[in-house]
């Protein structure tokens, strides 16, 4: 008989006001196996640890159930403390008795005190049987891969190629930058974002520890941390880069022009083109579905006219394989789709626009060389409509969430309209302001006090076209009034969704996604950059709505966690995976199938089926799936379960 | 096919034309008009707060009553609509407001009426193309402005009557009837509605924004499918011509008047003593009479 210990933590008043400890403690101590019980305020506290370990020293302890919170929270802390005296970690176990039952019965004090004297009897019942289990240790990869070349993909990037670590970094776009390479000036400091971002951009093409796959997205991913097997498909750009100079002669003599997406509908470009002006890599790129050689054969105008040879019409699109140990996914953002917006004209009203096209019009590079006109008809808008919270905080209709970076930005924008056209007056409808970071909130109470710009708390109803203008009706609801304005042009604070094809790259990857589609985090607050899944990191818009603040600080923290996670050349992993009891096992193949992790395969030699230790995640489907009850969880075997099921029906 | 049909209150007084050529048309294009017995008020507007059912109640009986009768239910007042379609939703969705209401009425009815705007059988059960090779007198030349105002439209996901911002129903209706449908950006929105008794200034202005905004685009005439928007927007442009006084009145029909007129209904039986505005010079004019 195994000689166990039980530590039941007050958790201040979390648990202790709900349940009371002191009785638990005594009636468990009563338990025939149960040498120590006992409880303290804060278990999780040096002194509630030093408890631990003297009773496991003096009584001798060979098993321990700690009562407390979440296995999530402390149930490293505590497994740490036991090894610390000579046990195995995998015989202690939490007993859950704060989020699963002083949090959600504080009405019901006799009623959770029993169900906490259950929790722990049910958790002593699986430390009984428990194993003595060894971490598994597998040989790591120390490479990365990065998907995404925004500003969140290039500063992981970099940060990681500056560690030492060699980093594949993939964008779907021909050239780096994301979104950012659009915006012409960066809140709070005005400061014109397309330089920092050039010179970061360059870094990372010269780095000798970088390699940059432009135009290629993930196409397979298998594995698992710290041995993933990737397919790259490197898309066919038509252009030899190793030649291309972006001498920019081609560019000139095409003579297809479409509708450039990069300008958001407001400028054009070429059938062969730079991504945008100066980019990174300053390579051309011929867009097949635009171009007339490649609809017609009619048109060789860039091949005749490029000096270095560097038109290759029979280039075809690449797969590369490549092994890294961890993935950084920085998919980054999409603006709402427009079509969906029916009460702002969007779409419809040439002279209202969204917060990027509008960021297009000032940039010095953009359509109009940033210089603020209508999109209609060339003029000078005099007043001026900005709107927020355009489909954001909107649970009925839209996205119920905040995108965070539109209160700035709008204020950004109203200030350098206001500079530029003195005489202009902005309106701003807002729900509320946020400005909650380093510098924000200065930077809106000058904006609003120098510039003149008028702040209207409420939303808006409508924008129809009336007359040459554009009329935004609203509520001020400071003032409790109707406000209606014939505005020049409005433009947009439309929320941010995640860009698209997050969903199918997170499938391929094994991360998640919320209902909303960004990537969910492990822990919101603990584990902020690391996926559910082993491995996969998160950095950027493509997690949560964010400003270029916060994802350069966020890649920054990926790339720092990476690094931990390579540091070594073996990775321990859990040993709680499955195992098959070879005498039952009929080799039926089921669970082969139906592991999520490629973890299972069948050995013909021997007819049954197997687990690979190291990519099994221990998450129990082919263990439900075995018709003959072959598999079993470690530490969680069937026989554990029904002991503990008992618990509470008996 | 005939329709089980609800006319409200109003359509027995103030808007007498409205019912009646409604119940003429009808039989004119096969179908029946068939009133509900013992119909009360609707209750006039849909309850905000949820929590007190009383309000609900006076439309739950009219449902239940006709539910005795047969499957469908029939509406011409847009509020009427609105309400009614409204808690029919309620109790069909909601299955303790539905047991408290049966409580209260003592009936037992499960929300399984479908609600019908008399729009939506010309539309979905006649069909406008059916529809406009019935016309015997096309309304050609006579621009009219379709004012939906919000009862028929909002709440969108309730209603489910149209496009939420862009609705083309009653316009198609017009055009079927050889008329020309002029579009203005006012079109969906509010009359003013009850605050013509309280705050008439306020309803004043809604209506003359409204007006205004479908002369401007060209109207002669505006068409509405509401007693309440047809007090506004009719009966209130004495009041707005003393506001402004360069405001000229344009006649406002009851979509079912144009119907008539369509159908070759004679024009003394389709009640235009009841309209404010005397739309008998523009009908001269455009040869209509």
């Not at chain 1, 950012?180 to 010179?199: H, V, Y």
């Not at chain 1, 409508?462 to 505005?487: H, I, P, S, W």
């Not at chain 2, 109790?91 to 399984?112: H, S, T, V």
């Amino acid at each position: 008989m195994k000689k166990l210990g039980v530590f039941i933590c007050h958790c201040g008043v979390n648990i202790a006001g709900t349940v009371d400890v002191k009785s638990v403690a005594e009636k468990i101590g009563k338990t025939e196996d149960v040498a120590h019980s006992t409880d303290y305020i804060y278990m999780c506290s040096e002194p509630g640890q030093q408890i631990i370990r003297e009773a496991i020293r003096e009584k001798g302890l060979d098993g321990v159930v700690v009562a407390c919170c979440s296995p999530n929270m402390h149930e490293n802390t505590f497994r740490k403390a036991v090894k610390s005296q000579g046990m195995n970690p995998y015989l202690c176990e939490i007993a859950n008795i704060r989020e699963q039952c002083s949090w959600v019965h504080q009405k019901e004090k006799g009623e959770a005190t029993r169900k906490a004297e259950e929790i722990i009897h049910a958790t002593l019942e699986k430390v009984r049987k428990n194993e003595s289990l060894e971490a598994i240790a597998v040989a790591v990869n120390r490479r990365v891969l990065v998907v995404g070349g925004g500003i969140a993909g290039i500063t992981a990037s970099l940060d990681l190629a500056d560690g030492g670590y060699e980093v594949i970094l993939l964008e779907r776009e021909p050239a780096l930058g994301g979104h950012m390479a659009q915006l012409s000036k960066t809140f709070p400091d005005l400061d014109p974002a397309f330089g920092g971002l050039l010179s970061k951009a360059s870094e990372v093409e010269k780095h000798p520890k970088i390699q940059l796959h432009c135009y290629s997205e993930l196409e397979d991913v298998k594995g698992f941390v710290g041995n993933f097997d990737l397919v790259i498909r490197q898309k066919a750009t038509s252009v030899n880069g190793a030649k291309c100079t972006g001498c920019g002669l081609c560019i000139e003599n095409c003579p297809v022009e479409y509708v450039s997406e990069f300008e958001r509908g407001m400028g054009i470009r070429k059938a062969i083109d730079m991504p945008y002006p100066g980019s990174v890599p300053n390579k051309a790129v011929i867009n097949r579905q635009h171009c007339r050689y490649f609809l017609d054969g009619s048109c060789h105008r860039c091949e005749e006219v490029c000096p270095e040879k560097a038109i290759d019409y029979d280039q075809e699109e690449e797969r590369i394989s490549e092994k890294v140990g961890a993935v950084v996914v920085a998919t980054g953002y999409e603006l709402y789709p427009k079509e969906q917006l029916g009460e702002y004209g969007y779409g419809e009203i040439p002279d209202v626009i969204d917060g990027l096209a509008f960021e297009r019009m000032l940039a010095p590079n953009g359509p109009t060389k940033g210089k603020i006109v209508r999109p209609s008809d060339g003029k000078v808008p005099k007043e001026m409509v900005f709107i927020q919270c355009v489909a954001s905080r909107d649970p009925d209709r839209y996205m119920p969430y905040c995108s965070r970076i539109c209160c700035m930005y709008t204020a950004k924008h109203a200030t350098i309209y206001k500079e530029q056209v003195p005489d202009g007056q902005p309106y701003i409808f807002y729900m509320d302001i946020r400005s909650d970071c380093k510098g924000y909130e200065e930077f809106l109470q000058k904006t609003i006090e120098e510039k003149g710009l008028l702040y209207l708390r409420g939303r808006v109803s409508r924008v129809f076209q009336d007359n040459g203008k554009v009329r935004v009706l609203g509520v001020d609801t400071l003032t409790g009034k109707m406000v209606e304005v014939a505005a020049d042009m409005v433009v947009l604070a439309t929320a941010i969704v995640p860009s698209p094809g997050v969903k199918e790259l997170a499938a391929k990857l094994r991360a998640t996604v919320d209902r909303h589609g960004f990537l969910t985090e492990a822990h919101i607050k603990l584990y902020p950059v690391e996926s559910s899944t082993k491995g996969i990191y998160l950095a950027g818009c493509g997690q949560s709505p964010k400003d270029i603040s916060d994802t350069v600080s966020q890649a920054s923290a990926t790339a720092s966690k990476i690094q931990a996670l390579l540091s070594t050349d073996k990775l321990l992993q859990d040993p709680l995976i499955a195992f098959v009891d070879e005498g039952i096992c009929s080799g039926c193949g089921i669970c082969v199938e139906i592991c999520p992790y490629e973890a299972r395969e069948m050995d013909s030699h021997r007819g049954i089926s197997i687990v690979h230790s190291a990519l099994c995640q221990g998450c129990g489907a082919c263990i439900a799936s075995c018709p003959n009850f072959a598999c079993e969880l470690r530490n969680s075997a069937s026989n554990q379960i029904l002991k503990m099921v008992d618990t509470f029906v008996t | 096919m005939d329709y089980l049909y609800f006319p409200g209150c109003t359509l027995n007084t103030k808007a007498k034309n409205f019912d009646q050529t409604a119940r003429d048309c009808s039989l004119l294009l096969g179908f029946e008009l068939k009133e509900l017995k013992n119909w009360t008020c609707c209750g006039a507007t849909f309850p905000l707060a949820t929590d007190n059912i009383m309000a609900l109640l006076a439309p739950s009986r009219i449902l239940a009553t006709a539910r005795e009768e047969g499957t469908a239910l029939t509406t011409l007042c847009a509020v009427c609509f609105n309400v009614i379609k409204r808690t029919n939703r309620l109790i069909q969705e909601d299955g303790e407001k539905r047991d408290k209401i049966n409580n209260f009425i003592e009936k037992n009815y499960q929300g399984d009426l479908r609600i019908l705007h008399y729009l939506e059988i010309l539309k979905h059960e006649i069909g406008f193309s059916q529809l406009k090779e019935r016309v015997k007198k096309p309304l050609t030349g006579l621009k009219a402005a379709a004012y939906y105002g919000c009862m028929l439209l909002r709440p969108f996901e309730e209603m489910g009557f149209d496009d939420k911002e862009k609705p083309t129903l009653f316009e198609d209706f017009l055009e079927a009837m050889g008329a020309q449908a002029t579009e203005f950006p006012y079109k969906i929105e509010c009359c003013g509605s009850f605050q013509s008794v309280g705050s008439p200034d306020v309803a004043t202005e809604c209506a003359y924004k409204i007006l205004g905004s479908a002369i401007k685009n060209g109207a002669e005439a505006m068409v509405s499918t509401c007693p309440m928007c047809t007090f506004n927007i009719d009966h209130k442009q004495s009041d707005i011509k003393q506001k402004y006084l360069d405001f000229k009145p344009i006649p406002v029909f009851y979509f079912t008047q144009l119907l008539g007129i369509a159908m070759g209904l004679d024009y003394q039986t389709l009640g235009f003593e009841q309209n404010a505005v005397d739309p008998l010079p523009l009908l001269k004019e455009k040869g209509l009479l």
